[in-house]
């Protein structure tokens, strides 16, 4: 008998699904900052129970190469593309928007809201997240280039989400923001005039400024309350400089913490959530302190670039 060699080859591991994702996941209050740094990205997020993800994008409107002289490759940027990135110097051309993000999300979504010929009753189409479908993902888009010409580029990606109802917005005619899975907030170069133009139904919103909120008129209250559904700053601008670099070496002090719960309590009077960005990542003791304090505060999302520790933490 001839022995013949077989080598073993493991199966693929099958594609991910939200049920493999997040299927008995707590969910958690943390913001995935800076979410295209990841292994997977977007999926990291959603396996640690993570309700938000954030990612940085970039439209140009001309085509170009970029050549690296060490490898003697090249790579082509198209203007029909939107890319992610932190860095126009590290972006890569298979990192796209619709490649890290809408298309997974478009694909969980339709895997969520399958067609029954018994309809299912559901008042809102599910989300991303197995045991909580009513529990939106929220996802930040950081306009790095020009905000006019990148919300146009986003509205574009957007009609098939808004097809099958799975965007939140806001109905100006009725003057009332409408749930859905997916709530998309635009920060960075926010074209804030374009939001205030969509005169029916505005399926994105804006960033807004918590760092000034406590001195703001209650127009501008009732202005941020149509344009957000969160308000955002750094610790730096709500402590300011000098009690943000005591902050960094001990846990935040009760004076911190009641001028911090000031502009949450601000936000939270008009419906805005609230999350703190430029926070502190070490030392590691002071990080941790840092999350359950502004947690416990009232601040809606933690900041988080170590997503196991943040879960460890919640």
């Keep these: 008998?001839?022995?013949?060699?077989?080598?073993?080859?493991?199966?693929?591991?099958?594609?991910?699904?939200?049920?493999?994702?997040?299927?008995?996941?707590?969910?958690?209050?943390?913001?995935?900052?800076n979410d295209y740094w990841r292994q997977r990205p977007l999926l990291d997020a959603l396996s640690h129970g993570?309700?938000?993800?954030?990612?940085?994008?970039?439209?140009?409107?001309?085509?170009?190469?970029?050549?690296?002289?060490?490898?003697?490759?090249?790579?082509?940027?198209?203007?029909?593309?939107?890319?992610?990135?932190?860095?126009?110097?590290?972006l890569h051309p298979e990192n796209t928007l619709e490649h890290l993000y809408f298309d997974p999300i478009y694909k969980f979504m339709e895997s969520a809201n399958k067609k029954f010929s018994d309809p299912v009753s559901k008042d809102v189409p599910f989300s991303v997240f197995y045991n909580a479908?009513?529990?939106?993902?929220?996802?930040?888009?950081?306009f790095k280039t020009e905000g006019r010409d990148?919300?146009?580029?986003?509205q574009k990606r957007l009609e098939r989400f808004i097809?099958?109802?799975?965007?939140?917005?806001?109905?100006?005619?009725?003057?009332?923001?409408?749930?859905?899975?997916?709530?998309?907030?635009?920060?960075?170069?926010?074209?804030w005039e374009l939001l205030e133009a969509e005169k029916t139904k505005r399926y994105v919103y804006g960033d807004c400024p918590l760092h000034k909120m406590l001195d703001?008129?209650?127009?501008?209250?009732?202005?941020?309350?149509?344009?957000?559904?969160?308000a955002s700053a750094s610790l730096e601008q709500l402590l300011g400089k000098e009690e943000r670099s005591r902050a960094e070496r001990s846990g935040l002090n009760k004076?911190?913490?009641?001028?911090?719960?000031?502009?949450?309590e601000r936000a939270h009077s008009v419906g805005i959530k609230t999350r703190?960005?430029?926070?502190?990542?070490?030392?590691?003791?002071?990080?941790?302190?840092?999350?359950?304090?502004?947690?416990?505060?009232?601040c809606d999302l933690i900041n988080a670039d170590d997503l196991a520790a943040a879960a460890n933490v919640f």
């Design 163 to 191: 097809k099958h109802s799975y965007l939140g917005y806001y109905d100006n005619e009725a003057g009332q923001h409408k749930p859905g899975p997916l709530v998309i907030t635009l920060t960075g170069n926010v074209p």
């Design 133 to 142: 479908p009513e529990i939106p993902l929220y996802f930040w888009l950081d």
């Design 150 to 154: 990148l919300y146009v580029q986003v």
């Design 276 to 298: 703190i960005w430029g926070g502190v990542d070490w030392p590691i003791h002071v990080r941790d302190n840092h999350w359950q304090v502004l947690w416990e505060l009232g």
């Design 1 to 33: 008998m001839i022995n013949v060699f077989r080598p073993h080859y493991d199966k693929p591991e099958p594609p991910p699904t939200i049920e493999s994702l997040t299927r008995d996941v707590h969910l958690k209050p943390i913001h995935s900052h």
């Design 255 to 264: 004076s911190q913490g009641e001028t911090l719960k000031k502009y949450f």
């Design 50 to 90: 993570c309700v938000s993800v954030e990612g940085d994008i970039w439209h140009f409107d001309h085509d170009y190469t970029v050549t690296d002289t060490t490898t003697s490759t090249t790579a082509q940027f198209r203007k029909s593309e939107v890319y992610v990135g932190h860095n126009r110097i590290f």
């Design 216 to 230: 703001a008129s209650d127009e501008d209250m009732a202005k941020y309350a149509r344009q957000c559904v969160f």
